[in-house]
């Protein structure tokens, strides 16, 4: 069954809505300039909340796994926001090294993937094979997104589904987004067949606020389909 993510949260309710509908993987932006962001005091007080408002979900071995999503910082800080916060991985959407992710030295190693925005077959193969996480990890192993010039992300584009096929057929545990909503997320799921799909602004009523009518859809069709 594809997994979920969840991304963009700013709010209890909404992720206490993300949780109930069964999503696998609950997503926290600590890049400023994206209308979702976070601080890291807010969404430390915020993850606290949402592990004493649904403790037996959190207790559960499949429990929801909360994510920290960084945008060209240093590991140290990476690693530091993490404990602050209580997360249990690290996305990593900017220019980042490979061996951030790679190195065995890394304070990130293990507990981090990429996000790639490829814009042919080869660079997607190139660059999967540089950054592809350690096997083992409780999560993904490289996130696709669809590629834009200035953006990290983000940009509610779908992407190259035909690339995202031929990637998740040769990487495992590969995270799918871009431009997903609860309208497509089954045909992409379908034609892709990733080990799981993220969605910030396809579920939401405003930047940073989600619509719980969209985000069970979304789940919904995404584990269906």
């Known amino acids: 069954m594809t997994q979920v993510k969840i991304c963009g949260l700013t709010r209890l309710e909404d992720a206490l809505a993300a949780v109930a509908a069964g999503a696998n993987y609950l997503g926290f932006i600590f890049y400023p300039p994206s209308p979702r962001a976070i ?15 649904a403790v037996d979900r959190f207790a559960r071995p499949d429990r929801p796994r909360l994510v920290g999503v960084f945008v060209n910082e240093s590991p140290a800080a990476i690693s530091a926001t993490l404990a602050q916060c209580g997360l249990d991985l690290a996305q990593l959407s900017g220019d980042e090294s490979p061996e951030v992710v790679t190195d065995p030295a890394s304070p990130l190693f293990g507990r981090a993937y990429k996000a790639l925005r490829p814009r042919s077959a080869h660079e997607a193969a190139a ?12 999560g993904p192993r490289l996130l696709l997104d669809t590629p834009h010039g200035r ?3 983000g940009t509610g584009e779908t992407g190259d589904w035909a690339l ?19 309208d497509n997320v089954a045909a ?23 619509d719980p009518d969209r985000v069970r859809a979304f789940i919904a069709a995404a584990k269906s389909a």
């Open 39 to 53: 601080a890291p005091e807010a969404a430390a007080a915020l993850a606290a909340r949402l592990r004493a408002a």
């Open 127 to 138: 660059s999967s094979a540089r950054y592809l996480a350690p096997d083992g990890l409780p």
């Open 151 to 153: 953006l990290y992300g």
């Open 164 to 182: 995202a096929a031929a990637l998740a057929a040769a990487v495992p545990r590969l995270m799918l987004a871009g431009g997903l909503t609860p």
């Open 188 to 210: 992409a799921v379908a034609r892709v067949r990733p080990f799981a799909v993220d969605v910030a602004g396809g579920v939401e009523s405003a930047p940073g606020i989600k």
